[in-house]
């Protein structure tokens, strides 16, 4: 049974820090690209930063600088760790495991709130 299970997400006042942990089992971790993605209300999700099978990350423009992701495959984890957070940080944040057969792999997402 394959399941990516999010957790971290809360309220932050702006400027703080917070970081998200995706748990992933029922799969081979090693071979899947992991990424987190963000979705708003009332907008189209969007993706907020990717780490390869090797490790090389990329990220969006909104948050270079910002955020950065990592993964510890020895404990089937990827991180996202979120500073000088936005209130346009706000979303629901969901991570996703991908192959190279394009098979696609989706937790049900952890909310994060930046509001003073």
């Known amino acids: 049974q394959v399941q990516l299970v999010e957790s971290g997400g809360g309220l932050v006042q702006p400027g703080g820090s917070l970081r998200l942990s995706c748990a992933a089992s029922g799969f081979t971790f090693t071979i899947y690209a992991m990424s987190w993605h963000r979705q708003a209300p009332g907008k189209e999700r969007e993706l907020v930063a990717t780490?390869?099978?090797?490790?090389?990350?990329n990220y969006a423009d909104s948050v270079k600088g910002r955020f950065t992701i990592s993964r510890d495959n020895a404990k089937n984890m990827v991180y996202l760790q979120m500073n000088s957070l936005k209130p346009e940080d706000t979303a629901v944040y969901y991570c996703?495991?991908?192959?190279?057969?394009?098979?696609?792999?989706w937790g049900k997402g952890t909310l994060v709130t930046v509001s003073s």
């Open positions: 780490t390869s099978t090797t490790g090389n990350t």
């Open positions: 996703k495991a991908r192959n190279y057969r394009d098979i696609n792999y």
